[in-house]
């Protein structure tokens, strides 16, 4: 089983930093891609920031040049360092991530997919 945990949020006021971190356990194999997504009040689930394996990375237009996406492959830990942050980024903080886990079974040992998402955690920026 696969679990995310998110940590990081918090209050903070317009024009500062907060770096969110991610948390990947179970018997991982390898993590191919980590996203970091945020539900407004009353809006829907949008994509913020995407790292693949080969680093390519992609970011929302309206969070480029303040977000960056990155993850520490030894520790199975994904970042999200947001500086310079707006009201309109406040919301729920959620971590994705998919890639293989070791399964075992009593017919044997298996390589099996995962795509896993985290609790969430709170971000609010206040004016």
């Known amino acids: 089983q696969v679990q995310l945990v998110e940590s990081g949020g918090g209050l903070v006021q317009a024009g500062e930093s907060l770096k969110l971190s991610c948390v990947v356990s179970?018997?991982?194999?390898?993590?191919?891609?980590m996203a970091w997504f945020r539900q407004a009040p009353g809006k829907q689930r949008e994509l913020v920031a995407g790292l693949t394996t080969g680093s390519s990375t992609n970011y929302a237009d309206s969070v480029k040049g303040r977000f960056t996406i990155s993850r520490d492959n030894g520790k199975n830990t994904g970042y999200l360092q947001m500086n310079n942050l707006k009201p309109e980024d406040t919301g729920v903080y959620y971590c994705?991530?998919?890639?293989?886990?070791?399964?075992?079974?009593?017919?044997?040992?298996?390589?099996?997919?995962?795509?896993?998402w985290g609790q969430g955690t709170q971000v609010t920026v206040s004016s």
């Open positions: 179970g018997h991982i194999l390898n993590i191919d891609a």
């Open positions: 994705n991530a998919n890639g293989t886990v070791r399964q075992i079974r009593i017919s044997g040992a298996y390589t099996v997919p995962f795509g896993s």
